[in-house]
């Protein structure tokens, strides 16, 4: 597949410009046009990100346990193929890439139905897929790219007999429709709105040198931090921090403790605390104290990732237990929430569910598991 | 709670007295009112068995993995309280106890719903829950009994904000409604229609012991043997074979290869290859080889546990690998897929799913995780 979207390059863009160019003058939204481009660079990115996964260790057959019992029995529990997965995911092309490689490297069958302004390019991609299958012994049906109704999607979703996994990618009108009408179960890879917070006695700099990478690194990705907790003793920082922001720019709201100390701050309502903007905006809140700021998460936030900076050993170690998320950090960025970086290897994105996996979802999280058992006529009757 | 189980014995005897007369007058069949019974000797083996969840080691906290990253970070994949979880099985009060003890065990709250035949015993075991729960310091509401009607039952199955998985445990009907009305994640702990397969070269004697076992020690649970798959060469021993259960006072049923050998030996339709019975019946079927078994067990069985009896390592090999099913074992009975003798400590039951937990539910799989991530000030976009 490599070598194939290196040799049909030409035909992947030029399927990807006609998608572009039929989102723009239908007026589909700028932000969203941008998520639909799938140009030079981003395909090699991805011919290079399918090295990455080739290279990864096949998580199948190999064991989470062995036990030899007193019986005499042992008793592996050994990883193996969920069987067939369907991946539903807004119109953003390079998901057609990574999410047909990472189920088929975990020996999983993917059904692959991207948003439908992107279906010249994931046709295209599709048809890359069948080619390089079939060209490598496997099955050409192992990765197949559709491109169904709503509809008919609504249908697939009850073919639970012939679906053993459903993960739905996206926003949330997506996650709500495919979570209440799907009859197979579902892996959500929903909303991040991920907090920071800068406790009492933390270093300021290192407070904001991780405040500043969360939020504006790559303010578009569910881990990026969308409000601020400040401690009430780091408050008198307040000009400092805004400014850090504003320098970036970011637009800053306030809660009334921050716009007392800036008075150029907007005015944040309930609203925001409970808004992902995915965007240059940051929402900035004075709690009390530690405890305040674990109930602001748990209660506001999506229990995707939130951080710390402190100094304080038992705070550490109470947020970390606390607050109820994916992944919390202490003294680290909240960029850091992400397979590769974790040692997990590539991932296929991050579960917001407790259930089966949670944050990162990388090979070992698209395997199922199976009890092998080798005896030598052992019977229960007679023990 | 295994105190107030002794002191208060005849509370709990006499309750289910009136349970078990109420069902009689009301006609319940013979089977379930076995069920429903909840005798001296049934409420000893729970004391004992709350005393052997107590000694089990609390999954909670405990690391899957942890790692030092290039960058510094420390990443630990740490076991954490799933939250809510809301157990809905049939009217057997013994589950009442257990699946009290194990989701507690594992930090979590439960909502126990058993079969409103066993309302007044099951009330009775949640009181004692809540003062024993009270007594130990824990909130009262940790383990709560509820006996809603179905419609209360399927309104509390929309709470997806307030519980976080859902477990149901019995026949067809009740999974089928809870899976297919709930909004909250499900796992479900349904049949077993488990096959033990005579491959061509089996020790005779061996088999039988472990195909007798398989069937005769517990008939009425989930993995006990149903259907019995014989090696076209391994026919000539029919007689023994049919004898072994007939001797046990199992009813044999067999294919057409079978009654030959054996003329008295009932018809086998293609119903029974699909047919839990959970009862001393047995059916038999003469296959031409392994791989036939294997088609047998992944088309009519439910993926639950399956055995082969063999001498011949590549095929103990393939039979592991191919057979689709959360337990395969090689030479041992079916009766081993057991969290117990598995070496998981007490389980809660055995999914029937691949999602999140497959096979015995121990208490491990009665957690999530989160990723508890230690660094001192890294940010990404430095790095």
Same mark, same amino acid.
């Given at each position: 597949m490599a070598e194939r979207l290196e040799s049909r390059k030409e035909d992947v863009l030029e399927a990807n410009k006609e998608d572009v160019s039929t989102a723009e003058s239908s007026g589909l939204p700028p932000n969203m046009v941008e998520r639909l481009r799938f140009g030079e660079a981003s395909?090699?990115?991805?011919?290079?990100?399918?090295?990455?996964?080739?290279?990864?260790?096949?998580?199948?057959?190999r064991a989470i346990s062995v036990d030899?019992?007193?019986?005499?029995?042992?008793?592996?529990?050994?990883? $193996?193929?969920?069987? @067939? %997965? !369907?991946?539903?995911?807004?119109?953003?092309?390079?998901?057609?890439?990574?999410? =047909? +490689? #990472?189920?088929?490297? $975990?020996?999983?069958? @993917? %059904? !692959?139905?991207?948003?439908?302004?992107?279906?010249?390019?994931?046709?295209?991609? =599709? +048809? #890359?897929?069948?080619?390089?299958?079939s060209e490598a012994g496997l099955p050409e049906d192992a990765i197949q790219v559709v491109s169904g109704t709503h509809e008919e999607m609504q249908d697939l979703l009850q073919y639970r007999e012939h679906?053993?996994?459903?993960?739905?990618?996206?926003?949330?009108?997506?996650?709500?429709?495919?979570?209440?009408?799907?009859?197979?179960?579902?892996?959500?890879?929903?909303?991040?709105?991920?907090?920071?917070?800068?406790?009492?006695?933390?270093?300021i700099d290192r407070a904001l040198a991780i405040a500043v990478d969360s939020k504006c690194l790559m303010p578009e990705v569910c881990n990026a931090m969308e409000?601020?907790?400040?401690?009430?003793?780091?408050?008198?920082?307040?000009?400092?921090?805004?400014?850090?922001?504003?320098?970036?720019?970011?637009?800053?709201?306030?809660?009334?403790?921050?716009?007392?100390?800036?008075?150029?701050?907007?005015?944040?309502?309930?609203?925001?605390?409970?808004?992902e903007y995915l965007d240059n905006v940051i929402s900035i809140r004075v709690v009390e104290d530690i405890d305040k700021a674990i109930e602001h998460?748990?209660?506001?936030g999506s229990h995707h990732t939130d951080a710390i900076v402190?100094?304080?050993?038992e705070h550490a170690r109470r947020f970390s237990r606390e607050v109820d998320s994916a992944v919390v950090l202490v003294n680290a960025s909240t960029m850091f929430c992400d397979g590769q970086t974790l040692g997990m290897g590539a991932e296929i994105g991050i579960s917001t569910d407790k259930l089966h996996?949670?944050?990162?979802m990388g090979l070992e999280e698209l395997t199922t598991y199976k009890f092998v058992i080798y005896g030598d006529g052992q019977v229960m009757g007679q023990a």
């Open positions: 395909l090699n990115a991805r011919i290079r990100s399918l090295g990455e996964i080739e290279s990864l260790a096949d998580p199948v057959g030899r019992r007193p019986n005499g029995l042992e008793v592996a529990r050994v990883r $193996a193929p969920l069987g @067939v %997965i !369907l991946m539903i995911y807004e119109a953003r092309p390079h998901v057609t890439v990574n999410a =047909g +490689a #990472l189920p088929l490297k $975990a020996g999983n069958a @993917v %059904i !692959l139905r991207g948003g439908l302004e992107a279906r010249r390019t994931n046709a295209m991609l =599709g +048809a #890359l897929w069948r080619e390089s299958l679906i053993d996994l459903v993960i739905p990618r996206g926003g949330k009108g997506l996650i709500e429709t495919v979570s209440s009408k799907s009859a197979i179960p579902v892996v959500k890879h929903f909303e991040g709105l991920c907090h920071v917070f800068i406790d009492e006695g933390a270093d409000t601020l907790l400040v401690a009430e003793p780091m408050a008198e920082h307040m000009q400092r921090i805004v400014r850090a922001f504003s320098e970036n720019a970011v637009t800053v709201k306030g809660c009334e403790k921050v716009r007392q100390r800036v008075p150029t701050v907007l005015e944040a309502t309930e609203k925001d605390w409970r808004t998460a748990n209660l506001h402190t100094n304080n050993l996996a949670r944050g990162p």
